[in-house]
């Protein structure tokens, strides 16, 4: 008999009640729980629109569901169910978005465990339920403040410092809280700050790698070897480009790298990706609400952070556009606060001038396989054909700036499972942490000291040399270069696939939940 994994919620079931499922198909369009229900900071939306959608991503079951169902039955009810037998349970608490949001930031309603009906509060007091914050659908680092992640994610609050607080003042046994995190330093870094401040009884600092779940239910059917690959490079030689490079959403670190690109003259040796989306040219478009971006649901597009096929359109059309020249002021503008960070050096000052941006912003709009990106799914169902036409991936992954962080989104792990080498504009030590993970990088095929460069600037420069050069051999030399990291690609797919890296942290979390159930 399989063990039964328990799940309590506030709102169990909560979309079968009347006056919330208005207020669903009013503002939220489809929306609907993946696997489960919603609990504290869940619930927000569900009674004022103002706030975000509830995030249906509930990681940690997803992953009972999708690679240990074999062993655990998941038993969800309401908390007044567990409640009212004296039983233990789970109170998952997935978050939506950055813990500014959801650490009191905004007001009291957006405080961490200020939601929680009050007879699950005395349930949790009493140390018969095991508190899980599910941050793990991005790696946030647990100190947001200094100025490197204040770069890349805002002023974030401590998370640390906010639970340890809010737990106190709930009166919350703070070991029998876990938090779930993707960011790869934060264990380290959560034992060193809970040694400084003598913090006695730490809540359950776990590493869950979300990302590395999320394109999993395409990678089983996944046949093709490093010798497939190499032997179509081989075959189709004279249309391969030199690497590949996506961009599907514009944030301007990226564009900043788009410009590098354009300026030292190294797009056409590419598979780009780029499109200006309207709504970004705020000083254009001022009548675009912003804050309606990224409700989409049920495949139904209402607005997106991401170009449309209208923006590609209008794209085609830029040069013509009246405005265009304050576009281009715009981002000369724009790009200007980036020279503190990215930009200094004689090497790559022109690279934000005004010419250099209108000529970029001319070859607009960059597509490789899709002419919008709004309904793109970027977890699921690639387009492998890119990866075979391109010998290397240059990456935008999504955070680059801070120190106190590492993140692997899907943007990497596609690549491992195409046999694509990378250079990745990432945060620092992204590559020591892949190799600590059981993968292996590239060097010396690829000089890889910008992995351990901690100022963006000078980052930024290594990468550029490292793309000119790459990119300024004969695309013969480049097969040859490729096949000699047949050992490491075939290591990192291997790897992958037989990671279980997933298994180990909800096995650490089953042993935390078996502390409270006993």
């Known amino acids: 008999m399989n063990q039964k994994i328990k799940f309590g919620w506030d709102y169990f079931d909560y979309s079968k009640q009347p006056h919330i499922r208005k207020i669903i198909e009013k503002d939220f369009s489809g929306f609907q729980p993946d696997y489960t229900y919603p609990n504290d900071s869940d619930t927000l939306p569900l009674f004022d629109s103002n706030y975000q959608p509830t995030n249906a991503w509930h990681n940690i079951v997803n992953i009972f569901n999708h690679h ?14 567990f409640i009212k037998n004296d039983e233990t349970f789970i109170y998952l608490i997935a978050t939506n978005g950055g813990p500014a949001l959801w650490c009191g930031g905004h007001d009291e309603r957006s405080t961490l465990f200020h939601n929680i009906k009050e007879h699950t509060k005395q349930h949790i007091r009493d140390g018969k339920v095991l508190v899980t914050i599910d941050m793990s659908f991005e790696g946030f680092p647990m100190d947001g403040t200094d100025k490197l992640s204040r770069i890349d994610m805002g002023d974030n609050p401590h998370i640390a410092d906010i639970i340890h607080k809010r737990a106190e003042e709930e009166k919350f046994p703070t070991d029998k809280i876990v938090i779930l995190s993707a960011n790869h330093k934060d264990p380290k870094n959560y034992r060193e700050w809970c040694e400084k401040n003598n913090i006695k009884k730490p809540i359950n600092w776990i590493l869950l790698d979300w990302c590395e779940r999320a394109i999993s239910s395409d990678y089983d059917e996944l046949t093709e070897t490093f010798e497939d690959n190499f032997e179509y490079k081989k075959n189709n030689i004279d249309s391969l480009k030199h690497y590949l490079c996506l961009m599907r959403r514009w944030k301007m670190p990226r564009v900043y790298h788009h410009c590098l690109l354009n300026y030292f003259n190294l797009i056409d040796k590419g598979l780009v990706s780029a499109i200006l989306a309207k709504w970004d040219i705020r000083s254009v478009f001022k009548d675009i609400d912003r804050t309606k971006m990224e409700m989409a649901n049920a495949g139904e597009v209402t607005f997106s952070d991401c170009a449309s096929l209208d923006d590609y359109e209008f794209n085609k059309n830029l040069k013509d556009f009246e405005f265009l020249d304050l576009i281009v002021d715009e981002y000369s503008t724009r790009l ?5 960070e990215l930009g200094r050096s004689r090497f790559l000052y022109k690279a934000r001038g005004k010419e250099n941006v209108k000529d970029f912003l001319l070859k607009l709009p960059l597509t490789v396989d899709k002419k919008h990106f709004d309904t793109l799914d970027s977890f699921h169902h690639w387009d492998a054909s890119l990866y075979k036409n391109t010998m290397f991936s240059y990456v935008y992954e999504t955070w680059c700036y801070s120190t106190n962080m590492v993140f692997y989104s899907e943007k990497i792990y ?20 892949m190799i600590k993970n059981g993968y292996k990088t590239f060097s010396p095929y690829i000089n890889e000291s910008y992995d351990r460069e901690k100022i963006p600037e000078e980052r930024s420069i290594l990468l550029m040399k490292e793309m000119m050069r790459l990119c300024e051999l004969p695309i013969n030399k480049l097969l040859d270069w490729y096949g000699k990291q047949a050992d490491i690609l075939t290591h990192n797919y291997n790897h992958f696939m037989n990671n279980n890296h997933l298994q180990k942290s909800a096995r650490q979390f089953l042993k935390i939940y078996d502390k409270v159930v006993l």
């Open 68 to 81: 240990l169902m074999v062993r655990y039955e998941l038993d969800n009810r309401d908390t007044t169910d």
């Open 336 to 340: 200007k606060p980036q020279l503190s």
């Open 414 to 433: 596609k690549c491992i499972l195409n046999f694509h080498p990378f250079i990745a504009w990432a945060n620092p030590d992204t590559m020591r942490y």
